[in-house]
């Protein structure tokens, strides 16, 4: 690299220039060692996966005439399937394949399922019904649907995972500005999304439900194939980590085995005696500082006598850093547990927020009538207000006052989410005692009552999903960010079939105590009310159990270059300068 640098420099190295250059293992298209200043990010728009999902509830009970509990548990499997596929895609993109390849070939597999989707849509055969009117659609139809469906799926385990890391790569951890650019990517990727799912919800929503399903399916499909031009024609500006180096578990597991085998052992009192790669001969990404928490695995780091002159297996020998990784993936485990009620949260505004709409009086004026899926476009707003003056206005200030880089630390931000999870299911219970009370009556309840629940889901959304993203990309081991942020869609993931489980569950419960369930065909003879009151206490519960895990846990500290310019501020961790 040193040689690349002053080939590229003229022959000449000076300290002054050096922090033009980029020193984190990245490279550019050619390998080479990038500068700052050559190096864009492009963020490949999501509107075509908010315009299918923001409605797919309606589309599955209204052509293709499925109950509300089939059409839920189906729109909660497929958003569940494209938020747990990832870890499979991420994986691959760490380990074996690299990020920007994983993105390239999964937006193929993506767009052949946007193009199985118009097509179902525009041929005779495949259409849902071979008439104008029909009580259920062709089998013909159903296959080729749910096979597109599945496509898209797979199409986003490997695009959304990697395309958020290779994002995030763009910025160097070990320079000052670039860190703090890097701090708010993921509130103006967060923002970028809510605009696109914005966009879905009103303008996709609007010609699926009063023009066509086809031409909505067609203008999507349109729409993925230019953004993807535009992505490769960036390729040039790009930042590109070093090539994968195989299973990142191998050195976690490497770990684990050390530490059995020198069980007996005990710990040194003194961390320095444990054995690391000195900074200058290091070449496998940042070192990170010794932590006292599960000292159990430091034993793996415990240079014997009888090896110490010959070299050693990392079978029975790992280094500092290869333990504290091991230890990050411990750490974030619990943290990721508690995160999944957040997942049944946004499941629950796209099924049952959705369903309640449809039941609603969705006229503004006696031309012009809501599609009950653009309600979901509140909680986009509200996401599109809130960051910008969270980022610009919010954090600035508290950095001043906390010390913190991000002005508050990333814990605290996604419990503040966690508040407002348990706050929405309140709001949205009373709305719809109110909603029930009133569904007999000639005037029907105007949708404008559900602005409240969106608007607090939006607002929480802002804190919990963008501290998530934070969370699992910075907490996790360099080698394995892609998978980080695999883990954070398998938050939303395992949410969605969370909130199948729940109505299953409910259902055969209250079904069997009276026969009147509490989630029956329609919404009118349900009581969504006490669901989201059951809803309301599980999440006050989860989020006592995050307050409770927060306090024992331990932020990754990384050992920073002694050159990097710093301005007094202190990230989540230690920051060790070597």
């Given amino acids: 690299m040193e040689q690349e640098m002053e080939k590229r420099k003229g022959g000449r190295i000076e300290e002054s220039?050096?922090?033009?250059?980029?020193?984190?293992?990245?490279?550019?298209?050619?390998?080479?060692?990038?500068?700052?200043?050559?190096?864009?990010?492009?963020?490949?728009?999501?509107?075509?996966?908010?315009?299918?999902?923001?409605?797919?509830?309606?589309?599955?009970?209204?052509?293709?005439?499925?109950?509300?509990?089939?059409?839920?548990?189906?729109?909660?499997?497929?958003k569940g399937a494209t938020t747990l596929l990832p870890l499979i895609g991420g994986f691959l993109g760490d380990a074996y394949i690299g990020r920007f390849r994983m993105v390239f070939f999964s937006s193929l597999v993506y767009?052949?399922?946007?193009?199985?989707?118009?097509?179902?849509?525009?041929?005779?055969?495949?259409?849902?019904?071979?008439?104008?009117?029909?009580?259920?659609?062709?089998?013909?139809?159903?296959?080729?649907?749910?096979?597109?469906?599945?496509?898209?799926?797979?199409?986003?385990?490997?695009f959304r995972p990697c395309l958020e890391s290779f994002g995030a790569d763009q910025f160097d951890d070990d320079h000052f500005d670039e860190r703090k650019k890097k701090m708010s990517f993921f509130n103006w990727w967060s923002f970028t999304l809510s605009v696109s799912s914005m966009l879905a919800t009103?303008?996709?929503?609007?010609?699926?439900?009063?023009?066509?399903?086809?031409?909505?399916?067609?203008?999507?499909?349109?729409?993925?194939?230019?953004?993807?031009?535009?992505?490769y024609a960036g390729i040039?500006?790009?930042?590109?980590?070093?090539?994968p180096k195989g299973n990142p578990f191998m050195p976690i597991l490497q770990v684990l085995i050390a530490a059995i085998r020198k069980r007996n052992l005990s710990c040194p009192s003194n961390p320095a005696l444990l054995y690391e790669v000195p900074m200058s001969e290091n070449s496998q990404g940042r070192l990170l500082s010794h932590t006292r928490r599960l000292r159990f695995l430091d034993k793996a780091a415990i240079v014997e006598e009888k090896y110490t002159e010959q070299k050693v297996s990392?079978?029975?020998?790992a280094t500092v850093t290869r333990v504290e990784e091991t230890k990050l993936i411990l750490n974030v485990f619990p943290?990721?547990?508690?995160?999944?009620?957040?997942?049944?949260?946004?499941?629950?505004?796209?099924?049952?927020?959705?369903?309640?709409?449809?039941?609603?009086?969705?006229?503004?004026?006696?031309?012009f009538k809501i599609p009950p899926a653009s309600m979901a476009s509140v909680s986009s707003i509200s996401i599109i207000i809130s960051v910008p003056i969270y980022d610009r206005i919010i954090v600035p200030n508290l950095r001043k006052v906390t010390g913190n880089e991000r002005g508050i630390s990333i814990l605290r931000r996604i419990g503040i989410g966690l508040a407002f999870s348990v706050i929405v299911m309140v709001v949205a219970a009373f709305v719809e005692n109110m909603r029930l009370r009133m569904s007999g009556h000639e005037n029907l309840m105007s949708v404008m009552w559900l602005i409240p629940q969106?608007?607090?889901?939006?607002?929480?959304?802002?804190?919990?999903?963008?501290?998530?993203?934070?969370?699992?990309?910075?907490?996790?081991?360099?080698?394995?960010?892609?998978?980080?942020?695999?883990?954070?869609?398998?938050?939303?993931?395992?949410?969605?079939?969370?909130?199948?489980?729940?109505?299953?569950v409910v259902d055969h419960v209250t079904a069997g105590k009276n026969g009147k369930s509490w989630i029956?065909?329609?919404?009118?003879?349900?009581?969504?009310?006490?669901?989201?009151?059951?809803?309301?206490?599980?999440?006050?519960?989860?989020?006592?159990?995050?307050?409770?895990?927060?306090?024992?846990?331990?932020?990754?500290?990384?050992?920073r270059k002694a050159t990097e310019i710093d301005d007094g501020c202190h990230s989540d961790g230690v920051d060790t300068v070597a």
């Fill in 335 to 367: 943290i990721w547990l508690t995160s999944l009620m957040t997942g049944v949260c946004i499941a629950n505004g796209s099924t049952l927020f959705v369903k309640q709409a449809a039941a609603m009086n969705l006229k503004i004026n006696n031309n």
């Fill in 111 to 158: 767009f052949k399922g946007l193009s199985m989707l118009t097509v179902s849509q525009f041929i005779p055969n495949l259409k849902p019904c071979h008439n104008d009117i029909c009580d259920r659609p062709s089998k013909a139809h159903k296959l080729v649907f749910f096979l597109a469906l599945y496509s898209i799926a797979l199409g986003t385990g490997g």
């Fill in 520 to 559: 029956a065909e329609d919404v009118n003879s349900s009581r969504l009310d006490k669901f989201y009151w059951m809803l309301a206490v599980i999440n006050a519960l989860n989020f006592c159990l995050f307050l409770f895990l927060t306090k024992r846990h331990t932020y990754k500290t990384v050992q």
């Fill in 17 to 78: 220039d050096e922090e033009k250059w980029v020193h984190d293992a990245s490279v550019d298209y050619k390998e080479r060692v990038p500068l700052r200043a050559s190096t864009a990010i492009a963020l490949s728009e999501r509107i075509t996966y908010f315009g299918i999902s923001s409605n797919l509830i309606m589309y599955l009970t209204r052509v293709m005439h499925e109950d509300l509990k089939t059409a839920t548990n189906n729109v909660n499997c497929w």
């Fill in 202 to 231: 009103t303008v996709v929503v609007y010609v699926q439900d009063f023009v066509s399903w086809g031409d909505a399916c067609l203008i999507l499909t349109m729409f993925m194939a230019l953004t993807s031009i535009a992505f």
């Fill in 236 to 243: 040039p500006f790009y930042r590109y980590r070093m090539k």
């Fill in 454 to 504: 969106y608007l607090i889901l939006g607002i929480g959304n802002s804190f919990y999903s963008i501290g998530l993203q934070e969370f699992f990309y910075d907490q996790v081991p360099d080698s394995m960010r892609s998978l980080g942020m695999a883990l954070y869609l398998s938050v939303l993931g395992i949410g969605f079939f969370l909130s199948s489980f729940l109505i299953i």
């Fill in 314 to 317: 990392p079978w029975r020998l």
